[in-house]
């Protein structure tokens, strides 16, 4: 048996990548680990007694909103905005 195994140099892969698809890679670099770092900066400067609402979007597209009240160690989510502003009034009213 006959095994011949050989490099390819440098001249002998082709890319074909157009000059607009290694942009678009490049950009959605850059935006990820924008985001990457804003996320991480939010979290450090965050004061971990405070409410948190934040939006989320489902695997089906639906969005909806979820809060966390650290010191109560409640939570709620609802698709309704109007519902968690309501919540956080009655959390805060008593």
């Known amino acids: 048996m006959n095994n011949n195994i050989r490099c390819l140099s440098k001249e002998d892969i082709e ?13 959605n670099f850059w ?6 770092w804003k996320n ?3 979290k450090l400067l965050a004061d971990p007694n405070e409410l948190q609402v934040w939006q989320k979007v489902d695997r089906h597209g639906n969005i909806y909103w979820q809060a966390y009240d650290p010191a109560t160690g409640k939570s709620f989510s609802s698709g309704s905005e109007t519902d968690v502003s309501m919540w956080i009034e009655q959390l805060y009213r008593y």
Do not use: D, E, G, Y
């Open 15 to 27: 890319i074909n990548c157009s000059p607009s698809f290694q942009k678009k890679i490049h950009s």
């Open 40 to 42: 991480f900066i939010k």
């Open 31 to 36: 935006k990820s680990l924008h985001l990457i």
